[in-house]
């Protein structure tokens, strides 16, 4: 970061002048720096035939918006872990049965929610841009094939850091910190994005409070669902 610029002087004469040309790089680059400017890429603003899904390029096509929502920047519902709002799962498989699906509930065949590894190849095949839509900051993520969809930065964290959390369908097993049950969930904040886990409910049973809501971003897959 450019904490400052020195004029350095030789016997109290001032030294060769900065040019205005390099004035002006100097200035944008400490902006940019210091996070006062963000230049932000184009996103499609645009609310007509909003498609359900995009093909990225990548093993499964994505929702082009939240789970429960209508438009790309908006949050929609958010889930605990392994529960559709009618009924909750208390079974111990690793991967989320459909019947417990938040994602295939609500928006039928062919859609659910991600796997990790599914969220680890968006994370790592795409390009990650700031864009805002409608005034809402988030990402722009561009698959291998051009195509994009529109991730929204919608909560912060105890810091300010403007964030969202998303559910995987994959529940890691039990936390070595104690007790209470982990599910892999996808991060986004403003300086970086990957795949990590949460606590899904606490206690030492699958029947335990439920803890720990997050979004969903579905997935498209009809032909081998997981």
């Known amino acids: 970061m450019i904490n400052d610029i020195t ?13 205005v040309a390099t004035l002006i790089v100097v200035g944008v680059l400490y902006l940019l720096y210091s996070g006062i400017v963000t230049f932000y890429t184009d996103v499609d603003e ?12 990548l093993s499964v096509q994505w929702a082009t918006c939240n789970v429960g929502a209508s438009l790309p920047e908006e949050g ?6 392994g529960s ?14 459909l019947e417990y699906d938040a994602a295939h509930i609500a928006m039928g065949d062919g859609f659910r929610t991600p796997t990790r590894h599914e ?3 968006l994370c790592e095949r795409c390009k990650w841009q700031l864009a805002k839509r409608h005034g ?16 929204p930065l ?30 892999y969930c996808m ?32 997935v498209y897959a009809p032909i081998a669902e997981k």
């Open 84 to 97: 559709t709002g009618a009924k909750t799962y208390t079974g111990t498989e690793v991967y989320l049965p």
């Open 187 to 218: 991060y986004v904040e403003k300086e970086r994005h990957g795949v990590s886990d949460r606590f899904c409910y606490k206690g030492s049973t699958v029947t335990s409070e439920r803890i720990n809501e997050c979004y969903i971003r579905a």
């Open 136 to 151: 809402v900051e988030g990402f722009k993520v561009t698959g291998p094939n051009g195509n994009y969809i529109f991730i």
């Open 7 to 19: 004029v350095i002087t030789t016997m109290n004469k001032l030294a060769e002048p900065l040019n």
């Open 46 to 57: 645009s609310n007509d035939n909003i498609p359900e899904y995009v093909d990225l390029g």
């Open 119 to 121: 969220m680890y190849e």
């Open 76 to 81: 929609g519902d958010k889930y605990c872990w």
């Open 154 to 183: 919608l909560e912060t964290d105890k810091e300010g850091i403007p964030v969202i959390n998303y559910w995987s369908k994959e529940n890691c097993g039990a936390s070595s910190e104690g007790s209470a049950e982990r599910a």
